[in-house]
């Protein structure tokens, strides 16, 4: 089983472009999130699903899109890159937010 | 507001020498509580989930405790592989939503 899987790996963008950061996994979890993680701010919820077209917001939303529509995949999609985006983003899914979620790897993003 | 602190921010030990992180949280309705591990570069690997006052749970060196306003993760005897950023997280029951601590890197030197 791959798991969690995200891409890419590393990404440049300037400030202005916009991207997707992919996200897919194959244990048929319900749940999916993204999370942010900056430095001395811990993981930040950005958005999450708990289901195939079912997503809501989490902490730090704005800038940033989702969608839901399948099991698998959740990507994450930033509309128009700013500094402030530069982070490094998490993907992660389960089978109930009651249980412990399994994280991809990451994906480091720079903005300049 | 929901709030989950973890203290220390870092911790320094030598290899044998026990010692415990402490995860305090404010949530409302608390569901679970879950530590992870997490190595540099990599995404945060689940440990353990807590979910009433009093529970227990070990796996190796690691215990993780719960009461009503804290979380611990003891480690006994640790040894260097159990360098790592430890992270806590507490499921909130009203608003649905995982909240993370800003976790405690440990290092355990020989």
């Known amino acids: 089983n791959a798991g969690v899987t995200q891409t890419p790996k590393f990404q440049v963008l300037k400030t202005g472009q916009s991207m997707t950061l992919q996200c897919a996994q194959d244990?048929?979890?319900?749940?999916m999130s993204w999370y942010r993680q900056d430095p001395g701010m811990g993981l930040r919820l950005i958005h999450y699903s708990v289901g195939a077209g079912i997503t809501d917001q989490g902490e730090v939303p704005n800038g940033y899109n989702v969608s839901r529509s399948t099991t698998e995949d959740f990507p994450l999609r930033l509309l128009s890159a700013a500094p402030s985006q530069t982070s490094v983003y998490f993907c992660a899914s389960s089978y109930s937010d009651y249980y412990g979620y399994t994280f991809g790897s990451g994906t480091r993003l720079t903005v300049v | 507001e929901d709030q989950v602190t973890q203290s220390p921010e870092a911790l320094r030990l030598q290899e044998g020498e026990s010692s415990s992180l402490n995860c305090s949280y404010t949530?409302?309705?608390?569901?679970?509580l879950f530590w992870y591990r997490q190595d540099p570069g990599k995404g945060p690997e689940f440990l353990f989930t807590l979910y009433s006052a009093g529970e227990e749970k070990e796996k190796e060196r690691l215990k993780a405790t719960l009461t009503k306003k804290e979380s611990f993760l003891h480690i006994t005897a640790p040894k260097p592989e159990d360098s790592a950023t430890y992270l806590c997280?507490?499921?909130?029951?009203?608003?649905?939503?995982?909240?993370f601590g800003q976790g405690t890197t440990l290092q355990v030197k020989p």
């Open positions: 997280a507490a499921l909130s029951g009203n608003t649905g939503k995982l909240i």
């Open positions: 244990m048929n979890h319900e749940y």
């Open positions: 949530v409302s309705g608390l569901r679970g």
